[in-house]
Nanobody, 117 residues
Framework: QVQLVESGGGLAQAGGSLRLSCAAS????????MGWFRQAPGKERRFVGD???????YYADSVKGRFTISRDNAKNTVDLQMNSLKPEDTAVYYC???????????WGQGTQVTVSS
């Protein structure tokens, strides 16, 4: 089992920045990739970006160039740096862990990000 806890959500103005963190515990040695997803009100959960154990990253087009994912394997943490925030970035953000590439099995509880115009 893997447990994930997000932190760092909150309120930001358009154009501002926020940094989210996700701490993993449990059988972290089995984690292959860690990702971030988000769910806006009334919409489906969507992929934001992810990072493999080797550090390779992949982002959704909607956040490419604005968001950056980093990972500290020694601390079992993954961060999401969000810059140039837009009101459409408002959502609950979830951290997820995959033991197999692309298969996210473990999820955090989510953290709210609200961007005002």
């Amino acid at each position: 089992q893997v447990q994930l806890v997000e932190s760092g959500g909150g309120l930001a103005q358009a154009g501002g920045s926020l940094r989210l963190s996700c701490a993993a515990s449990g059988r972290t040695s089995r984690i292959y990739g860690m990702g971030w997803f988000r769910q806006a009100p009334g919409k489906e959960r969507r992929f934001v970006g992810d990072i493999s154990r080797s550090g390779a990253t992949y982002y959704a087009d909607s956040v490419k160039g604005r968001f950056t994912i980093s990972r500290d394997n020694a601390k079992n943490t993954v961060d999401l740096q969000m810059n140039s925030l837009k009101p459409e970035d408002t959502a609950v953000y979830y951290c997820a862990a995959a033991l197999v590439a692309g298969r996210y099995e473990y999820w955090g509880q989510g953290t709210q990000v609200t961007v005002s115009s």
